[in-house]
């Protein structure tokens, strides 16, 4: 996963890319919406990094822009892993914490080696079950079920410390 802070440059450099790219069409913002069915506000967003659009935003953008084939790849990349790499704190919340085990099973199944640096805590992946209840159980209340299905998950997580290889 990338760190916030390089996310947070990258999501930038899309959106400047995006405006850059408007104003050198020569189109405003109302102008380019329109071509793509997006309102003015949501061009606005995109292009001052507030919201992250998704790829079918940039390939929109960037067919109406006629940008090159090398360019728009680029930028449909940047999208991509903006996308798919970052989720701002109130989505997480909202998936909930067993979406957060699965994405977190699926990351960790794609790695040979992981690393962990937690001083204060021990990582999710080799918790015991009476340990990850104790850590659910603060700073925020939670129902006993949905402490078990988080707990269960995390037990399933580490089926691949079990694996061969």
């Not at 977190?104 to 021990?122: G, K, S, Y």
């Not at 992946?125 to 009476?130: D, F, G, M, S, W």
Request: aromatic share 4%; glycine share 6%; hydrophobic share 40%.
């Amino acid at each position: 996963m990338l760190d916030p802070e390089w996310a947070e440059a990258d999501r930038l450099e899309l959106a400047t890319a995006l405006r850059d790219l408007r104003r050198a069409a020569g189109l405003s913002g109302h102008a380019l919406g329109a071509r793509v069915y997006m309102s003015q506000t949501k061009i606005s967003r995109i292009e001052a990094g507030r919201i992250v659009p998704s790829v079918t935003d940039v390939e929109l953008l960037v067919y109406a822009l006629d940008v090159n084939a090398e360019r728009s790849r680029e930028l449909v990349s940047m999208a991509r892993a903006a996308n798919t790499e970052f989720r701002p704190g109130r989505l997480r919340a909202r998936a909930g914490p067993a979406v957060r085990q699965r994405d977190l099973q699926a990351l960790e199944a794609q790695c040979q080696v992981q690393r962990h640096f937690l001083p204060t805590m021990v990582t999710g992946l080799i918790q015991t079950p009476a340990y990850a209840r104790q850590a659910l159980s603060w700073p925020e209340e939670r129902s006993p079920a949905s402490v078990e299905e988080i707990v269960n998950h995390k037990l399933q997580r580490q089926e691949i410390l079990h694996r061969g290889g």
